[in-house]
């Protein structure tokens, strides 16, 4: 498990801070997953259990809202019920970061995203073979 990763120095981050060696869920959703998080810090990162943990991300032009999003990967197979995502959100109010509701869509966007974004790459990797 790694901790402590985030922003675009992910990839040079993995590779340098460990070797991962096993995958224990689809490599695409894991890549696609990574890709699509690449915007905010990570929390946790463990490949074998295909979870992803975003930690707090604050939108340079939204100051007083946060978000975290969660990522697990739930089996070894390309399929839409692969991929779980889960979303916390909180507002600055009253000197406080006070829990508010995700909006409408995000968490089914975000894992149509990632499902996007892993057939492509399989189907790059399908071409060059």
């Known amino acids: 498990m790694l901790s ?3 922003g ?14 096993t995958i224990g869920v ?7 997953s990574l890709d699509t998080l690449r915007f905010m810090p990570l929390a946790q990162v463990d490949s074998a259990g295909g979870v992803i943990v975003g930690d707090w991300y604050q939108n340079p032009s ?19 019920d692969a991929v779980r995502v889960s979303a916390q959100r909180e507002v600055f109010t009253d000197n406080r970061w006070q829990a508010a509701p995700v909006r409408a869509g995000t968490v ?10 892993a057939r492509t790459l399989r189907q790059a990797d399908l071409a060059r073979n």
Do not use: F, H
Not at 12 to 18: F, N, P, T
Not at 26 to 32: F, G, V
Not at 62 to 80: C, F, H, M, S
């Open 26 to 32: 689809n490599s695409y959703l894991w890549r696609a």
């Open 108 to 117: 089914q966007r975000l894992e149509e995203i990632i499902l996007e974004r």
């Open 62 to 80: 939204i100051p007083n809202e946060r978000v975290k999003v969660t990522v697990a990967i739930l089996d070894a197979a390309l399929r839409a």
């Open 4 to 6: 402590g990763c985030g």
């Open 8 to 21: 675009r120095d992910r990839p040079a981050a993995l590779s340098q801070q460990a070797s991962i060696t």
